[in-house]
């Protein structure tokens, strides 16, 4: 009996399958991999203060169920959120502050940058803020 190899498949490829599937667009954020709770140069905030206003809605309103039920764990790994329009993505994308730095939909200019990635309903990346 030939033995069969386990194919490894990663995040950004369900991801991008997902979308393509679905027809939808999405929105991919996770921390960097330096995420480090115990930072010293975080001032008075929290960290999870920093990734609040480093997303600017992952944890109000819409979000806000999402947020409660996700730990940090599950968020530094990768979540995934999904539109119906080009439009829509972009407009939770942009609020996203990255290596790019502040944007124009949010100025944030503390310590945390948050990855974020969309991809078009056919699967295709289209932004990254890196």
Aim: glycine share 8%.
């Amino acid at each position: 009996m030939t033995e069969r190899r386990p194919i490894p498949i990663d995040l950004h490829t369900l991801f991008r399958g997902y979308c393509r599937m679905k027809e939808q667009w999405g929105l991919l954020v996770h921390l960097p991999e330096n995420f480090e709770p115990d930072r010293t140069d975080l001032g008075e905030l929290s960290h999870l203060e920093h990734v609040r206003l480093a997303t600017g809605y992952l944890f109000d309103d819409a979000f806000s169920d999402h947020a409660r039920q996700t730990s940090m764990q599950a968020f530094a790994d990768g979540d995934a959120f999904f539109f119906g329009s080009e439009q829509e993505v972009n407009l939770w994308y942009d609020q996203v502050v990255g290596d790019d730095g502040p944007t124009q939909a949010n100025p944030y200019t503390g310590p945390i940058r948050v990855y974020a990635m969309t991809c078009n309903d056919q699967g295709e990346w289209q932004t990254e803020n890196t």
